[in-house]
């Protein structure tokens, strides 16, 4: 499977919105600076029917080489967390959402 990259995401609002190359990477970018900085202060970002990127706390903990097997200390850290919304793994998992249209009852 290819994986989508910044430029065919740039090249498909150009075709299906209809801006320029240009116009197009420049909203992708401003989208995704947008998104990063919400998450950079510790917001989540909600997209409708995707999902809902969010950052959480870590604590400390102990971890341990599984080399050698001594004990490390793991740093408090903050983590990125995605959460997909039930449309998109339905959608990924072929299954309707109860409500969608065309439902057999």
């Given at each position: 499977m290819?994986?989508?990259?910044?430029?065919?995401?740039?090249?498909?609002?150009?075709?299906?919105?209809?801006?320029s190359r240009?116009?197009?990477?420049?909203?992708l970018e401003?989208?995704?600076?947008?998104?990063?900085?919400?998450?950079?202060?510790g917001e989540s970002v909600k997209i409708s029917g995707f999902g809902t990127f969010s950052v959480?706390?870590?604590?400390?903990r102990i971890g341990r080489n599984?080399?050698?097997?001594m004990e490390v200390p793991i740093l408090p850290r903050r983590v990125l967390v995605f959460r997909p919304s039930q449309v998109l793994k339905a959608g990924i998992n072929g299954d309707k959402l109860?409500?969608?249209a065309g439902e057999d009852e």
């Open positions: 290819p994986t989508i990259t910044r430029a065919h995401l740039a090249e498909r609002i150009y075709t299906q919105v209809g801006l240009n116009d197009s990477a420049a909203l401003d989208v995704l600076a947008r998104v990063a900085a919400a998450l950079e202060a959480r706390q870590k604590g400390r599984p080399k050698t097997g109860p409500g969608d």
